[in-house]
């Protein structure tokens, strides 16, 4: 309320009745001192008492490094006396104390979740050094991948507990490494204590064993995480780092990778290739951005009275939003054959292909619009970037490496298609519902009406055409029920799995968690109707593919669902759950929809079919690049709503259809 006064009274009052328990040895609440601490070094500041400030920011972090060295902890504590450094003007100390944060954390790997507000001046600061610091976008980069949105850590929180229950050898691998972290903390903070005794021949002898035992550890916990990366359920949680130039080596000519970063309400870009890389501040902030990402959702896929309906596109917003967005890079990435793009925020919502790169068709588009007797859907005019780009969705660069290096599937059939639920008039009896510690109660129960608007199975009957029935297995009907997908016979055997149903990514009631599934039919005992993104991880599959022909499986869900259901990090955890658990179950790449898939003029029919239809040793991007294009010079189809909502998760240039030495050509 802006008495830093009152404010820093309260807090010297709450500090010493911290102090008075146990005259001040609780080791426990040695945290919550570090931070009173911090929250007195700003009320200082705010009363012009800089070297007060000073020394209380300093002594906040001396205690930490004391009781809990290399933490979370510290690293906040140090990340806010930066952004205090960075207040004063001294701009070289602050960003050699965030290298120190950032280098602590990555090497540990760990994230940096929670800590935006104190994290947002170093972002800033790099990208405006950018360029006289060459190290600056490298930095940036690192950095970025450690601000992990909370729906993120809460979905990689979920798994990693899913996968410590576990009897696999990599559910054991998991929980050793586990302990190895918790034994090097405790190794750490005894090294930290000792490290405040006189150096007495006793001490130093307990140092020596101290660093010996902990050097041993990390020995063993290399090992073990070393071991642990053979196992596609840690390899979809882990947290590492890549540097740019790892990044950099992965890339092919003709390939960038695109990143949008959100902090607090500043924007940032970042384009790498080959040859070289850029950062950038986009010419809008957040909340515009949600804005014009909304502008455009609402003319895609608007749902009103329970049906989901599609106006004409707004190409101004599209074309604005390219510059916007992508400032300084647009032309490089306008001219890209094939983006690996990794979004952020509202961008999680939209398709990056439907941007438009330039005002070519732009004046005789929106003439068209003004026309009452002209098509307002036609479409064909527009430079959308996915007319000449192939695009991909990364959800990290760590992922995107993961697919790109992952072996080729040993599967000996091609296709298993899943979908058509059964509707129902009443919910089952045997109908299994989640315990409140598991996530979902009874009363947490999705409405029967969810049941009861199955996803016609004709994209799975093309595919299976196209394919060939022998080579081909369909789970339709009643047949397809959660309890049948988990306990189905070698589903390790398929090279792409197709479910054509509904994701269900927000919560039924706003006091729900959030717990994406894909919707099924009703089975037998232990059938809740739904297959959630934790059992999908435990599923044990072999896939080149994974396709999720459903709603918003790949990104957020809509802005208005996503607020009605008092969620707020739904969308992300729809690609960060669903995605990232058919990942850890096997599959090497996914393909999933940002909006329910349109059944007009057979459109989704025909993207499937085209995927599948391209000649032996085709890369995913380009197979779908392709059929998408098909649909953008089709008056009836051009409309982005018909071929722009499927996005692929993971390495665009995997072969869908190996051919005699596609898949070396394609690595």
Known sequence: RGNPTAAKSAQIAGLNDALKVRDGRVTSIIRLRSQMLGEIALAEEALGNIAEAEARFVESVNLLGTEYPETAALASARARHAAFMVRQGRKDEALALYRTVVGAMAAQRRTLTGMTNQMAPYFRLLTERAGSDPAAIGDFFVASQLLVRPGVADTQAILARELSSGTTEGARLFRQATNLARDVERARVEEARLAQLPPGDDVLTLRREVAARIEGLARQQTETLTALSAFPQFRAIE????????????????EAYVKTLVVGEAVYGLYADKGGAQIWTAGLGATALERRVAAL??????RENGRIVTYPFDGDTAFALFGELFGPAAPQIAATRHIIYEGDGPMLQLPLGLLVTNNSGLAAYNARLADPEADAFDARELAFLGRTARTST??????????RRAAPSRATRQYFGAGDNAPISARPETAATRSASGGMAENCAWPLAEWNKPIAPRELIRARSVIGENQATLLTSNSFTDVAVKSYERLDDYRVLHFATHGLVTAPRPDCPARPALL?????????????????????IDADLVI?????????????????AGVTTGGGTALDGLVRAFIGAGGRSVIASHWPVPDDYNATERLIGGLFSAPAGTGIADALWSAQRELMRDVRTSHPYYWSGFAIVGDGQQVLVPGAAATESAR
């Open 297 to 302: 959702r609402s003319t895609i896929a608007a």
């Open 520 to 540: 099924t039919s009703f089975g037998g005992e232990g059938s809740d109707g739904l297959l959630s993104f934790d059992e999908i991880f435990d599923l044990k």
């Open 394 to 403: 990364a959800v990290s660069p760590l992922a995107f490496r993961n697919a």
């Open 548 to 564: 999720l022909s459903a709603c918003d499986t790949a990104g957020a869900a809509t802005v208005a669902a996503t607020r009605e």
């Open 239 to 254: 947290q590492t780092s890549l540097s740019l130039a790892e990044l950099q080596a992965m890339l092919t000519e003709g």
